[in-house]
């Protein structure tokens, strides 16, 4: 069974730099998948944030392209998300994601429960 | 990028009722288009996928259609764990992107 589960601080200060890491078990890091960040802040929708295939390449929302990094990890079989320059618009629930394509037609499969970080000082 | 509007954005319903869902593309898609049930606290539920295939473990309740831009997901005969907000999402290109939410609510 797949499962992901993302940890990082819920609390970041403005300006500051929100990074999360996503533990993938049941599956590789580095099968044939792109593994993505997706945000809901309170009371709105879902918005993608971007994603990583495991050779490195990267694609992320134009919207935060300046400040989104999402990288890699074999070794630990994880990957991670660091968002800087925080806002209070910033704030969400922020999942990870495993996109699944064996048919040709991506579709995120399995989750992560989520994580609230809320932008304070 | 491509912008997907979902109607309506909420709806009210009762038990055993049929409703559906209608996500139209700024563009055509073709028919990359999936459907996520989305409840508080919880992950998004993958439902449907290249806008008409069940995912493995969805009820047949649930069904979708379309192509190119316009699409729909039908519930037929609501359950009450179906009472959930719902949200299209194109994979036909980067950056992938939402409809609003359609959210279903008891009636």
């Known amino acids: 069974q797949v499962q992901l589960q993302e940890s990082g601080p819920g609390l970041v200060k403005p300006s500051g730099t929100l990074s999360l890491t996503c533990d993938v078990s049941?599956?590789?890091?580095?099968?044939?998948?792109?593994w993505s960040w997706v945000r809901q802040p309170p009371g709105k929708g879902l918005e993608w944030i971007g994603e990583?295939?495991?050779?490195?390449?990267?694609n992320y929302n134009p919207t935060l392209q300046s400040r989104v990094t999402i990288s890699v990890d074999k070794s630990k079989n994880q990957f991670s998300l660091q968002l800087s320059s925080v806002t209070a618009a910033d704030t969400a629930v922020y999942f990870c994601?495993?996109?699944?394509?064996?048919?040709?037609?991506?579709?995120?499969?399995?989750w992560g429960q989520g994580t609230l970080v809320a932008v304070s000082s | 990028d491509i912008q997907l509007t979902q109607s309506p954005s909420s709806l009210s319903a009762s038990l055993g009722d049929r409703v559906t869902i209608t996500c139209r593309a700024s563009q055509s898609i073709s028919n990359y288009l999936t459907w996520y049930q989305k409840k508080p606290g919880m992950p998004p539920n993958l439902l449907i996928y290249?806008?008409?295939s069940l995912q493995s473990g969805v009820p047949s309740r649930f069904r979708g259609s379309g192509s190119g831009t316009d699409f729909t997901l039908t519930i037929s005969s609501l359950q009450p764990e179906d009472f959930a907000t719902y949200y299209c999402q194109q994979s036909f290109s980067t950056p992938r992107t939402f409809g609003q939410g359609t959210k279903l609510e008891i009636k």
């Open positions: 290249a806008a008409s």
């Open positions: 994601a495993r996109e699944e394509k064996n048919d040709g037609y991506p579709r995120w499969d399995y």
């Open positions: 049941g599956a590789s890091i580095s099968s044939s998948n792109w």
């Open positions: 990583i295939y495991p050779s490195g390449s990267t």
